[in-house]
């Protein structure tokens, strides 16, 4: 069985250089919209076997040094009171493994530019997204295999408000990755 995808981005910006045969979804910013965008694109699927979605787009770098593409093996929805809800007595899962790398990448709606909130999450993850577990929840909730592929356009401080301006080179970026590795396995 051949493996197909189902490229899921938040944006048409990071999008802007995904090869045309491939399927897209654009989700829109957040876990909600990203949620609700993936199942309702799974769900237009008769067959789902052999399928992958693949969840590319940008990220903040919440450690110094980290710069290029990353493929997270763990991704944790931080804005989430994950303690709270256990002491409830139910299970949160806030973090989802979706690979064998040890790359964390950390999901919420809150855009991350307050170099205390990026120092604070710095302790559990590598990047910063706003979709990722939200795709990745999606996905594994349809028992489809979710692959994340992030590339690095900000430090998570004041210099993601220029994001506008830093998409586009994430966008080539993630547009040669996928010319590179998804077309010779889709």
């Known amino acids: 069985m051949s493996c197909r995808l189902l490229v899921v981005a938040a944006t048409v910006a990071e999008a802007a250089h995904v090869p045309s045969d491939l399927p897209l979804v654009i989700t829109g910013l957040g876990k909600t919209a990203a949620a609700a965008a993936t199942a309702r694109a799974l769900a237009s699927y008769d067959d789902t076997a052999g399928l992958t979605v693949l969840n590319i787009g940008t990220a903040g770098a919440l450690r110094p040094g ?3 593409l990353f493929e997270p093996g763990v991704v944790l929805n931080h804005d989430i009171s994950a303690d709270v809800i256990r002491s409830l007595g139910y299970d949160p899962q806030e973090r989802l493994e979706v690979g064998p790398s040890e790359v964390v990448l950390a999901t919420g709606d809150v855009f991350v530019s307050n170099p205390v909130i990026r120092d604070a999450l710095a302790e559990r993850a590598h990047l910063v997204d706003m979709e990722g577990y939200a795709v990745a929840w999606a996905a594994r909730e349809a028992g489809v295999p979710v692959r994340l592929v992030k590339h690095v356009s ?6 993601a408000l220029d994001w506008p301006s830093l998409v586009e080179a994430s966008a080539v970026a993630l547009g040669e990755w996928l010319e590179e590795n998804a077309l010779s396995r889709g």
Do not use: R
């Open 154 to 159: 900000d430090a998570a401080d004041e210099s």
């Open 66 to 68: 980290l710069s290029g």
